[in-house]
């Protein structure tokens, strides 16, 4: 249910900060007075826990900071925390991503709304430190809803809102919030940071309600059903992700209206598309680079422009048909991979064709992988995936190849 607050009442006092994503992430730890926190160190997220080890020491935040003894251990913490009613956060990146995995997809199935991020940084092997999007990826069908921001201040912002959304009794789904490894994770930016009194007006208490595990409440967690109740179960969490989308709207509303941040649409974010004939689309700080070669290339004349997906899961299907379906073409840039898929193409390749298949009025869709393991989309690269995208808009068939950018032959 949306919360009623008076428009603009917090902005004229925020405070502006330089800070990365990784401590903007710490900030919305302190603001949203989570109870527990579980902690275990992995490039490139560890920059989170550092930040609120600070806050804490300096008398700043009271949080209960568990150090575990790996990445298993600390998403178990917290979800055993969470059933019992306690606000969580946690976070990891890569690998470590996938050594907490039995965890992650339990979390999931027993609806318990823990927050973390994933500091987006290639799997190994081979070993890298920088910026693919698969390990967030991974958990796409689990049930986890799925936020990526572009930067520290979309960070922040999208941290409050992912315990307002997750908590939320319709929903009670946990969230994990994509951070781009270095890109996003450790550059820094000005933030301006909301009062407490704003965010409290915005995140209500943490309540379970009669899901709450207490001697009080004899219930059942985590029961054997095979046969018998698993498939109402997996309904019951696919009713709660088809909710999440109205709920991730109303979140939104209310948090630009308190904040005047957030922009016109809870998903999409655009950028010069109003007369645009061919855009890009997608999802991370991909969008940084792609604006300056959006700016360029209007000078010399091409009517570009950039489509930016700020959720994931709830995908936002109509909203997507309804933006996509003005262009001629559109370029999906993918910061993954998805070996032997459709025509070859990445995660987001695939599900945005997915969504526009039905469409009687539907843009080329040009595939793209760029910028696996933290390498620069440079302007070069940026000018080729338009010049694609634009060859590729007479013919609907020509958008059945995916192009890899920047890759030495």
């Given at each position: 249910m949306a919360i009623q607050v008076k428009e603009r009442e917090h902005q004229d006092v925020e405070t502006e900060q330089l800070m990365s994503g990784c401590e903007a992430i710490a900030e919305a730890i302190r603001l949203a007075d989570v109870d527990v926190m579980a902690a275990y160190p992995i490039r490139p997220y560890d920059g989170v826990m550092q930040a609120a080890a600070k806050l804490i020491a300096n008398g700043k935040m009271d949080v209960e900071y568990i150090v575990a003894d790996g990445e298993h251990s600390q998403f178990e913490i917290v979800k055993h925390a969470c059933a019992v009613g306690s606000r969580v956060f946690v976070g990891?990146?890569?690998?470590?991503?996938?050594?907490?995995?039995?965890?992650?997809?339990?979390?999931?199935g027993l609806r318990l709304p823990v927050v973390a991020i994933c500091g987006n940084r290639a799997l190994d092997d081979p070993g890298a430190f920088g910026t693919e999007h698969n390990d967030s990826?991974?958990?796409?069908?689990?049930?986890?809803?799925?936020?990526?921001?572009?930067?520290?201040?979309?960070?922040?912002?999208?941290?409050?809102m992912a315990w307002r959304v997750g908590e939320d009794k319709r929903v009670s789904l946990p969230v994990a919030i994509g951070l781009d490894g270095a890109f996003l994770t450790h550059s820094q930016q000005i933030v301006r940071i909301p009062t407490q009194a704003a965010v409290n007006t915005f995140l209500p208490r943490f309540d379970l309600g009669d899901r709450l595990l207490h001697p009080d409440n004899p219930i059942t967690i985590a029961p054997q059903v095979d046969q018998d109740w698993l498939m109402e179960i997996r309904m019951q969490n696919d009713q709660a992700m088809r909710k999440a989308h109205d709920v991730v709207s109303e979140a939104h509303a209310d948090f630009k209206k308190l904040f005047g941040r957030g922009g016109d649409s809870p998903f999409l974010d655009e950028y010069m598309t109003d007369d645009a004939e061919y855009v890009v689309f997608g999802q991370g700080t991909l969008a940084l680079p792609m604006k300056v070669a959006i700016r360029r290339l209007?000078?010399?004349?091409?009517?570009?422009?950039?489509?930016?997906?700020k959720w994931f899961r709830p995908f936002p299907t109509q909203e997507i048909v309804k933006s996509l379906s003005r262009f001629k073409a559109v370029g999906i840039i993918d910061r993954d991979y998805s070996f032997g898929s459709p025509h070859y193409g990445g995660v987001l390749y695939n599900e945005v064709r997915s969504a526009l298949y039905s469409q009687e009025k539907r843009p080329t869709i040009v595939g793209f992988i760029a910028g696996l393991g933290g390498r620069e989309i440079e302007q070069p690269m940026a000018t080729e995936i338009f010049e694609k995208t634009k060859a590729a808009a007479s013919d609907i068939k020509s958008g059945d190849t995916c192009h890899w950018?920047?890759?030495?032959?």
């Open positions: 990891s990146s890569g690998v470590g991503w996938f050594y907490a995995f039995e965890a992650i997809a339990v979390t999931a990826l991974a958990v796409r069908d689990l049930g986890w809803l799925l936020p990526w921001a572009e930067t520290a201040q979309e960070a922040m912002d999208l941290a409050l209007r000078k010399e004349g091409h009517k570009v422009g950039l489509v930016r997906l950018i920047g890759v030495r032959s």
